[in-house]
C-alpha cells in the first residue's frame, strides 16, 4: 500500500477526496468535527462520498463508527450518465464544482443530472459555473462538448432544481500563459426568480444597473423567470453578475435573497461585491483561482503563468495540498505596480490512460 497522507478537520474536505482520485494516493481524515455537539461527517458530505462513489469505479472507503476518522482509496473515475440527488442541506454547487476537475480524466464523457438548489448564499451557484468556471476550464480543454443546461431553479431551503453538466475527456490539458488583464469591456448578468412575481428580477436588474452605469456603459442583464414545475420549491431571486474584459477576463459576483430583503438590496450588493472583485486585479476572480491553479499543475511538463489578485485563505491551503499531493511548487512574484501576484509552476504531465486514444 502506498504512503497514506493524513490530514485532520473537516475543512477542505471535498479538495482533498478530489486530490487523492487525480494523484492516485490514499488519504486518511481524521478529527471530523471531533469536538462538535453533532460529530463527525454531516449528510452533504456522506451525499458527495456516494456521489464519487457513482463517478469513480474500485474507490474504497472506510468509515469509523462515529464518524469522525475517513480513509478514502482512489479508484478509477469512470464517468458516464449518472444521476444525482444532493438534498437541500447544500446546494448541487457544493456537489458540481470538485467534479467539474475530475471529468475531463474520465473513461466516458461524464453526462450528469443533479437535483437540489441552485442558488443560495453558501456555495457557488449554477449560473456562474455555467458562464465562468466552464470557461476557465475551456482554457485547458476542447469546448466542444462542454456544457451545463439548468432544466429546473430551486432557491433554498426547499429547492427543486435540476441540472445536466456534459464534459469531453481529454487525454491531457495544454498548459496556459495567462498574465494580460486587460481592460473592463462589458458587464453582463442573470437575474433569476422562482415562485414570487417577475418583476422582482426586473427591480434587481435596475438596482445593480444604477450602479454599475457609473463606471461603463455597456451593461446588460438578463432575466430568467421561471414558472409552475420548472420553480422548484420555494420562492426565492438571486442575481449573478460578469465582468469581461479585453482579452477575456471573467469576474463574477452573486447573490442570493435572504430573509426579508428587497431585490434592490441584493441588486446593489451584488453589484458592489462585483466591482471590489474587479479591483482586486488579477486574471481570474476568487471563486475559481483554486480551479486554475490544479489545472496549471495537472497540465503537460511545461511552465504555466497566471496572473493573480489577492489569495483567498481557501486557495492557499489549496497550494499547500496540491504540494503535498504533486510535489508541485509555485513560483509567485508579486507585482507592485499592479498589486497582483505573477505565480508560475511546471506541469506534472498529467496523462488520463482511460481515454481511448483516436
Not at 476557465?136 to 441540472?163: C, D, H, M, N
Not at 497540465?299 to 504555466?304: G, I, K, L, Q
Request: hydrophobic fraction near 35%.
Amino acid at each position: 500500500m502506498s504512503k497514506v497522507l493524513k490530514f485532520s478537520g473537516h475543512n477542505y474536505f471535498r479538495q482533498r477526496l478530489i486530490l487523492s482520485i487525480l494523484s492516485g494516493k490514499t488519504i486518511k481524515i481524521n478529527k471530523i468535527r471531533s469536538d462538535d455537539n453533532n460529530p463527525g461527517l454531516q449528510d452533504f458530505e456522506i451525499g458527495f462520498l456516494r456521489l464519487l462513489d457513482k463517478v469513480t469505479n474500485g474507490s474504497t472507503l472506510e468509515i469509523n463508527y462515529t464518524g469522525t476518522s475517513v480513509l478514502y482509496k482512489p479508484g478509477v473515475i469512470t464517468g458516464g450518465k449518472i444521476n444525482h440527488d444532493c438534498g437541500i442541506s447544500r446546494a448541487i454547487g457544493y456537489f458540481l464544482e470538485p467534479l467539474i476537475a475530475l471529468a475531463p480524466f474520465a473513461k466516458n464523457p461524464f453526462n450528469l443530472t443533479l437535483t437540489g438548489i441552485t442558488n443560495d448564499n453558501i456555495d457557488i451557484s449554477v449560473d456562474t459555473i455555467r458562464t465562468v468556471t466552464l470557461l476557465q476550464l475551456g482554457r485547458f480543454v476542447t469546448e466542444e462538448g462542454l456544457e451545463l443546461k439548468i432544466s429546473k431553479r430551486g432557491s433554498a431551503p426547499l429547492g427543486g432544481g435540476e441540472v445536466t453538466f456534459k464534459c469531453p475527456v481529454m487525454k491531457s490539458l495544454k498548459p496556459i500563459q495567462y498574465i494580460d488583464e486587460g481592460r473592463i469591456k462589458r458587464i453582463r448578468g442573470i437575474a433569476c426568480c422562482t415562485r414570487v412575481s417577475p418583476q422582482n428580477a426586473n427591480r434587481m436588474v435596475n438596482s445593480a444597473r444604477s450602479i454599475l452605469n457609473r463606471y461603463i456603459p455597456d451593461v446588460y442583464i438578463y432575466t430568467d423567470v421561471y414558472k409552475g414545475e420548472e420553480s422548484g420549491k420555494s420562492p426565492g431571486f438571486a442575481i449573478s453578475l460578469v465582468a469581461e474584459s479585453t482579452t477575456g477576463v471573467l469576474i463574477s459576483a452573486e447573490q442570493a435573497a435572504k430573509s426579508g430583503e428587497t431585490p434592490e438590496d441584493i441588486g446593489q450588493r451584488t453589484a458592489k461585491i462585483l466591482l471590489t472583485e474587479i479591483r482586486k486585479g488579477g486574471c481570474i476572480d476568487s471563486l475559481n483561482q483554486w480551479l486554475i491553479l490544479l489545472m496549471m499543475v495537472l497540465s503537460t511538463e511545461d511552465v504555466s503563468k497566471i496572473r493573480l489578485g489577492q489569495l483567498t485563505a481557501f486557495t492557499i491551503q489549496y497550494i499547500r495540498d496540491l504540494k503535498n499531493f504533486f510535489d508541485v511548487t509555485f513560483k509567485i512574484k508579486p507585482d507592485p505596480a499592479t498589486n497582483t501576484l505573477l505565480m508560475a509552476c511546471v506541469g506534472v504531465g498529467y496523462i488520463n490512460y482511460s481515454k481511448k486514444s483516436t
